[in-house]
C-alpha cells in the first residue's frame, strides 16, 4: 500500500514541522510506504518556506505553493489529483489530530472505500477546539444525519483516508466548504469505517452502512 498524506495549510509554521515528523514516526514504524503533500495557500507567516526546507532533508516530503488560489476543498483536490499513492490520506494540521491513528484508518481500506477518524463514537474526543466550535460541529452533524443519515458519526471530520479511485466517483466542489466528501459519501453507496479519533482508545470499526436510498 502507498499512501499520500495531504496537508491543507495556511499560516500552520508552528505546527506543520512537529506534525510532518510524527507522521513520519508513526508511518515508518507501521513499515507504510508514503508521501507527505502539504498543500499550501501561500502564507504569510512562511509556512511555505518551513516546508520548502524540509523537502531538502526529507524526499518523502513534496510542497505545494498554491500563489493564487485559497480555500480548504480546493487544496484537498489539488492534492489529491497530484498524490502518487492508491490510498488517500488528510487530516487537519492544528495538531487536534493524532497521527499514531493513521494506521488503524489504513487497517479498514482493504474492505471498506474510505475510513473516518470520528470524534463521536464511543470513546472519541473533540481535542483542541473551544467549546462554541464544538457545539457548532454537533449541530451540523446533527442535522446532516437527518438529512443523510446517522451511520456516519462525524460529518465534519478533516481525518480521513480512502481509496484513491473513489475520487473517479467523487468531486470536490470549489469553496471552502465543510468535509464535503463525507457529505457526498451519505448520498451514494461507497462504504466506509470509522474509527475513534482525538483519544488514546483503540479502533472502533463499524459494520459497512445500509444503502442509502439516496444511492446512485
Request: charged residues 25%; negative net charge.
Amino acid at each position: 500500500m502507498d499512501v499520500s498524506v495531504i496537508l491543507p495549510t495556511y499560516n500552520e509554521r508552528g505546527n506543520i514541522v512537529p506534525l510532518i515528523e510524527a507522521i513520519q514516526r508513526e508511518l515508518g514504524r507501521a513499515g507504510i510506504s508514503y508521501e507527505v503533500i502539504v498543500v499550501d495557500d501561500n502564507s504569510p507567516d512562511g509556512t511555505w518556506q518551513v516546508v520548502e526546507s524540509l523537502a531538502h532533508t526529507y524526499p518523502t516530503v513534496r510542497l505545494i505553493r498554491r500563489m493564487n488560489e485559497r480555500g480548504l476543498t480546493s487544496a484537498l483536490q489539488r492534492g489529491i489529483s497530484e498524490a502518487r499513492g492508491d490510498v488517500v490520506v488528510w487530516m487537519d494540521t492544528d495538531l487536534s489530530m493524532p497521527p499514531e491513528k493513521i494506521p488503524e484508518l489504513l487497517a479498514s481500506l482493504p474492505e471498506y472505500d474510505l475510513a473516518i477518524g470520528s470524534r463521536y463514537v464511543k470513546g472519541g474526543k473533540d481535542t483542541g477546539h473551544s467549546l462554541a466550535a464544538q457545539a457548532f460541529s454537533r449541530t451540523i452533524n446533527f442535522f446532516a444525519g437527518l438529512f443523510l443519515g446517522f451511520d456516519i458519526t462525524d460529518y465534519t471530520s478533516g481525518f480521513v483516508a480512502s481509496k484513491k479511485e473513489v475520487f473517479d466517483r467523487i468531486t470536490l466542489r470549489e469553496g471552502d466548504q465543510s468535509r464535503e466528501v463525507e457529505v457526498q459519501l451519505g448520498l451514494r453507496n461507497d462504504t466506509f469505517s470509522e474509527i475513534v479519533s482525538g483519544a488514546d482508545a483503540g479502533a472502533v470499526v463499524l459494520p459497512p452502512r445500509a444503502p442509502s436510498i439516496f444511492g446512485q
